[in-house]
């Protein structure tokens, strides 16, 4: 069994039972106590569980365990577009951020920049996701902007009239979207309107448009259109990406990068 895999089937036995012992973990997953440490040790490092004597605990804020534990789909995929997505963000650019995992680890490989470690601001980050706000408001160089709005628990994003009377009163250099499904003739799409509408509203606010999605969501339509694939200047996905596919978003204008 793959670490990853390990990391989501211990995440899924204590958001099920809210505790494990190490012994009971080893055997449910056919491991060795110390590799179940070990696991332990680390998932605490990145505040996913707490540590106890013998054991783990479901990490006392809640939103964190849920939204963590869908990372582990495509971890390393989106950790490589994370990265990719960071570079191409300048210093002290204003940049907007949707909500999703994706976009989160883009948030994650900004806070890391070493260019970005100082300045008034380093960067303006704009969002309309709890976690990213909360991950990024430890950063002082990182002016953070919230939206408002309604907190949907599935994604952690602000929604409604009151994050739109705040996106509409601003102007970005570049939105980030994370998208669920992203199609050259169908354009970029969420499962939620609610979301879509924000999201779209933080896309006609930038200057330019990235989306971060890796290769499972090329080619897919979902049930809200956030925009046309023609209003998005650049697709960053992982290298698993169908040739023909990332061929088609060039046709329609596009720069693509896959990494």
């Given at each position: ?6 990391w989501k089937?211990?995440?899924e036995?204590?958001v099920e039972?809210?505790r494990l012992?190490?012994e009971e973990a080893a055997a449910e997953?056919?491991?060795s106590?110390?590799?179940i440490?070990r ?11 707490v ?9 006392g804020v ?7 534990y869908?990372?582990?789909r495509?971890?390393?995929e ?12 300048a210093?002290?650019?204003a940049?907007g951020l949707t909500?999703g995992?994706?976009t989160?680890e883009?948030?994650r490989a900004?806070a890391v ?10 960067l303006?980050?704009?969002?309309n996701?709890?976690?990213?706000a909360?991950?990024?408001a ?8 919230v939206?408002g709005g309604v ?5 952690y ?8 009377g705040?996106?509409?009163?601003i102007?970005?250099?570049?939105a980030?979207?994370?998208v669920v499904a992203f199609?050259s003739?169908h354009g970029a799409a969420?499962?939620?309107?609610a979301?879509a509408?924000?999201n779209?509203?933080l ?8 989306v971060?999605?890796d290769?499972s969501?090329?080619?897919?339509r979902a049930?809200?259109?956030i925009c ?8 960053v996905?992982?290298a698993?990406a169908d040739p023909e596919?990332?061929?088609?978003f060039?046709?329609?204008?596009l720069?693509v990068?896959a990494?």
């Open positions: 069994m793959s670490r990853d895999a390990r089937a211990l995440l036995l204590l039972r809210g012992d190490v997953l056919a491991v106590s110390a590799t440490r696991d332990f040790d680390q998932l605490a490092e990145q505040q996913m569980l540590r106890t004597r013998g054991g783990a605990v479901v990490h809640s939103y964190e365990l849920p939204l963590r869908k990372t582990a495509h971890a390393s989106k950790q490589r577009v994370a990265k990719a997505v960071a570079d191409l963000i210093p002290g650019e940049v909500g995992t994706t989160t883009v948030a900004l920049r070493s260019d970005l470690t100082s300045g008034s601001p380093a303006t980050v704009v969002t996701a709890l976690n990213i909360n991950e990024l430890v950063r002082p160089q990182f002016k953070i902007v939206t907190a949907r628990p599935q994604s994003e602000l929604i409604g009239p009151l994050a739109d705040v996106l509409g009163q102007t970005i250099d570049v980030v979207l994370g199609d003739a969420a499962h939620d309107e979301e509408a924000i779209r509203l896309c006609e606010r930038a200057e330019r448009v990235i971060a999605a290769s969501k090329l080619g897919r049930f809200a259109r046309a694939a023609d209003a998005v200047d650049t697709l996905t992982d698993a596919t990332l061929r088609r060039e046709e329609a204008g720069r990068i990494v």
